[in-house]
């Protein structure tokens, strides 16, 4: 019986740079699932509770989006793990530099693939 994918949910402030960028790279990494939101109400996909009850995996990009996450939606969060990528609001959506980030700071938790 084959695993169930990994859930990460990606968590920026307006979810229209970092965090959609991220969700796109490794939206078809195998063994994971990927979604993003923000944490500002009035952007185009705020995080909700359901996104929340979703993730096995909460990936913000700044310290100040997790604090934000423990204050506003601890009873939804349970045991969900939140990893801070401590990426800075410098980038455009898909930047090379950006996704070479990501990459590098994602590494360790990305399911291995096995050899061809």
Not at 19 to 35: N, R, V, Y
Not at 82 to 102: R, S, W
Not at 106 to 116: K, N, Q, V
């Amino acid at each position: 019986m084959k695993a169930r994918d990994r859930h990460y949910l990606f968590v920026c402030s307006q979810n229209k740079l970092r965090s959609p960028t991220a969700e796109q790279i490794f939206a078809d990494h195998p063994g994971i699932e990927t979604l993003s939101a923000s944490t500002n109400h009035d952007a185009e996909t705020p995080l909700d509770d359901e996104m929340l009850r979703w993730a096995d995996t909460i990936f913000v990009m700044e310290k100040t989006h997790r604090s934000k996450i423990q204050q506003r939606f601890r009873a939804a969060l349970g045991g969900t793990r939140i990893v801070c990528l401590d990426i800075p609001d410098d980038y455009e959506f898909m930047d090379a530099n950006l996704i070479a980030l990501l990459h590098t700071r994602m590494a360790r938790f990305l399911p291995r693939t096995p050899s061809a």
